[in-house]
């Protein structure tokens, strides 16, 4: 295996004030709350659950059957492990209620994020089986996309003139889901699905480089691989930051369900990869895509710094490379609390600034987006408790 680089003095200097930052994401979250009611009060569908990113300056609210529904649930259950304010628990249990109808969505393969970031932190901090049940049939929900012929859970049901059984590399985010419902219910099956998604992605996603493709699109009957696609990168044989963020966190994370050695290696592989990309910036926070053409005048992609930076404060528990890998989480939450915050009182009260949606479809550039601000909580949450 590579030899991952060290940061040397620059990363030892790395100063994280972590009760600021806490107390900085509690002010921006109070202000949250207020944007979202004002919205609320005038919303006549009443399906609107969760707050998105910015639109010119306006809070976009999404309705539950949105991929990024259950981050702010997430989010107000991390400030409620952080900081034990019950004030906290009261809006994350009423943020996460109106998700529930998503437990029986089948229309989509975002289940791991929908439900697990809000139902998942819920039950994880209660242990409340209202929860718990969610989290099952949701799962149950999930594995219904599931392909033996494919060996993989079928990511986009849109597009079907281009992919006829897409498998994106987001999809190894909501592989918890699966694993998890196995724990909780003692059936294997969700377990195999979930291997079995595992390693159909390690054999067709990754490059020699490890480096990621976003989409590969196969045969449904064959399980064939018929495409390699980079949909939201700046080319098919680009590197698309948020994608190669997902693969580092999604394979760390089916390690500590296996202890599958394959996982940790891939995980640990990508990381080399990302850090030491000649066009990674000195900060560690990635542009949108490692070989977008304008590059140092290229947006950031703040979103893809915090799922990376989470991912690195687990992997360090399973790693040799330990210290290497927590100067990095730590170095990229500094230099996020330095550079890449909201300014106090902005933002509609998302906590941090500089995401990147999709840059091909000019969809969500230099925002804020809910993600990057749930992956921010989480790291900070694991920065914590870091041992």
């Known amino acids: 295996m590579v030899i991952f680089l060290f940061l040397g003095t620059l990363a030892a200097k790395a100063q994280l004030n972590l009760k600021k930052d806490i107390r900085f994401a509690e002010s921006q979250t109070i202000l949250m709350l207020d944007e979202i009611d004002k919205i609320k009060q005038h919303d006549k569908t009443g399906n609107l659950v969760a707050p998105r990113t910015l639109e010119h300056g306006k809070l976009k609210l999404v309705a539950s059957r949105d991929w990024t529904s259950g981050f702010f649930a997430g989010e107000l ?116 699905i979930a291997v079995n998604h595992a390693n159909t992605t390690l054999k067709n996603h990754f490059r020699p480089d490890y480096s990621s493709y976003h989409v590969i699109g196969y ?91 989470s991912a690195l404060l687990e992997l360090a528990n399973y790693s040799k490379n330990k210290k290497s890998y927590f100067k990095h989480a730590k170095l990229i939450l500094t230099n996020i609390s330095k550079n890449y915050i909201s300014k106090p009182g902005s933002n509609k009260g998302f906590i ?22 749930y992956y921010y909580l989480e790291a900070l949450n694991r920065y914590k408790s870091f041992k």
């Open 219 to 309: 045969d449904p009957e064959t399980g064939k691989v018929l495409k390699k696609n980079t949909h939201q990168g700046y080319n098919d044989e680009s590197a698309w930051a948020r994608g190669q963020a997902w693969a580092i966190y999604g394979y760390t994370m089916c390690y500590r369900y296996t202890k599958d050695k394959r996982y940790l290696e891939q995980a640990e592989h990508i990381v080399n990869y990302f850090f030491k990309h000649k066009n990674m910036p000195a900060d560690m926070i990635p542009y949108w895509d490692f070989d977008a053409p304008n590059i140092p005048n290229e947006p950031r992609d703040v979103s893809a710094a915090t799922i990376v930076a």
């Open 352 to 373: 941090l600034s500089y995401s990147t949606g999709s840059k091909p479809s000019n969809l969500e550039v230099n925002v804020p987006l809910s993600y990057a601000d």
């Open 77 to 192: 259950w991390y400030l409620y492990d952080l900081t034990k304010n019950k004030n906290w628990r009261y809006f994350a249990e009423k943020f996460t209620k109106p998700l529930e109808q998503e437990k029986t969505n089948a229309k989509t393969h975002d289940m791991g994020f929908k439900v697990y970031c809000s139902f998942g932190n819920a039950y994880r901090i209660t242990g409340n089986d209202y929860y718990k049940n969610v989290i099952i049939e949701s799962a149950k929900t999930l594995a219904s996309r599931y392909s033996d012929k494919v060996k993989a859970i079928r990511s986009w049901d849109h597009n079907s003139e281009k992919w006829a059984f897409p498998v994106i590399i987001d999809n190894m985010m909501n592989l918890e889901l699966l694993f998890e419902a196995t724990k909780l219910t003692g059936d294997s099956t969700f377990y195999k």
